[in-house]
C-alpha cells in the first residue's frame, strides 16, 4: 500500500520565518505534488515535480517554493511565512497515469 | 476562473437515502473524471473515477454518470450510510492521468443513522 508521510501534522509558525514543509513516498513514484486546502475553495495546486530537480508551478505558487533532491521527498518552502498561507497544506504522489496518493495533511498556523 | 464547479457545498440525508452530487467543466480537453473521497484528519483518496467514452461506472453503492454534451458528471451513493459522512471532491485533467488535476470545491456529507 503507497504510503505518503508528511513530517508534521501540525505546525504553528510567525509571520516571516522561513517554514519547511517535508513530504516522502515510498513506492518509487515519479510525480509528487503539493496541493492547498482551504475551506469553500477546496484544493489548489502549488507546485508539482515529475522527477528528481525537476519541478512546474501550479496554480497558486506564490509565496512558495520547493525542492526535490531525491526520488522519494518533495518540500515545500515558505520563504517568508505571512498569515494568509496559514492553511491546511497535502502533499500527493503518483505514477504516471494512475491516481494521486495523499498524505494526511499539514495544518500550519501562521500568527 | 473555476474550471470545475461542484454542487450543492453541503448536503445531509437519512440513512438508507440516496445521495447526488453534480460537477460541471468548461474545458472540453478534460478527459478523466475522478472523484476523492476525504474523512477528518486524512488526505483524499480516490473514490472512482471515468473517462468519457462511457456515460456511467458503477462500483458497489457508488455510481459516475457522465454527460458529455452537457460537460457534467455526477457521484450517485446509493443505501448511504453514516460510513460514507465525508467530504466530496469532482476533479478532472487532461491527457487522462492525475497530473495537473483540477478539483472542485468540495461538498461534506452528513448521513444521519
Known amino acids: 500500500d503507497v504510503k505518503v508521510t508528511q513530517s508534521s501534522r501540525y505546525l504553528v509558525k510567525r509571520t516571516g520565518e522561513k517554514v519547511f514543509l517535508e513530504c516522502v513516498q515510498d513506492?518509487?513514484?515519479?510525480?509528487m505534488f503539493w496541493y492547498r486546502q482551504d475551506p469553500g475553495l477546496g484544493l489548489r495546486l502549488i507546485y508539482f515535480?515529475?522527477?528528481?530537480?525537476?519541478?512546474e508551478k501550479g496554480d497558486i505558487p506564490e509565496g512558495y517554493s520547493v525542492s526535490r533532491e531525491k526520488k522519494e521527498r518533495f518540500s515545500l518552502i515558505l520563504e517568508s511565512a505571512s498569515t494568509n498561507q496559514t492553511s491546511m497544506y497535502l502533499c500527493?504522489?503518483?505514477?504516471?497515469?494512475?491516481?494521486?496518493?495523499f498524505g494526511n495533511g499539514t495544518r500550519l498556523t501562521v500568527t | 476562473q473555476q474550471q470545475v464547479k461542484q454542487s450543492p457545498q453541503s448536503l445531509i440525508v437519512q440513512k438508507g437515502g440516496i445521495s447526488i452530487i453534480n460537477c460541471a467543466y468548461e474545458?472540453?480537453?478534460?478527459?478523466?473524471f475522478p472523484w476523492y473521497q476525504q474523512f477528518p484528519g486524512k488526505g483524499p483518496a480516490l473514490l472512482i473515477a471515468?473517462?468519457?467514452?462511457?456515460s456511467e461506472k458503477k462500483e458497489g453503492r457508488f455510481t459516475i454518470s457522465f454527460n458529455k454534451s452537457a460537460k457534467q458528471f455526477s457521484l450517485h451513493i446509493m443505501d448511504s450510510q453514516p460510513g460514507d459522512s465525508a467530504t466530496y471532491f469532482c476533479?478532472?485533467?487532461?491527457?487522462?492521468?492525475?497530473?495537473?488535476?483540477?478539483f472542485g470545491k468540495g461538498m461534506k456529507l452528513t448521513v444521519n443513522p
Open positions: 513506492m518509487d513514484h515519479e510525480n
Open positions: 476533479a478532472a485533467s487532461k491527457h487522462g492521468g492525475s497530473e495537473k488535476l483540477v
Open positions: 474545458n472540453t480537453a478534460f478527459d478523466y
Open positions: 471515468i473517462r468519457p467514452d462511457v
Open positions: 500527493a504522489s503518483s505514477a504516471l497515469g494512475t491516481p494521486l496518493h
Open positions: 515535480s515529475y522527477d528528481v530537480k525537476m519541478k
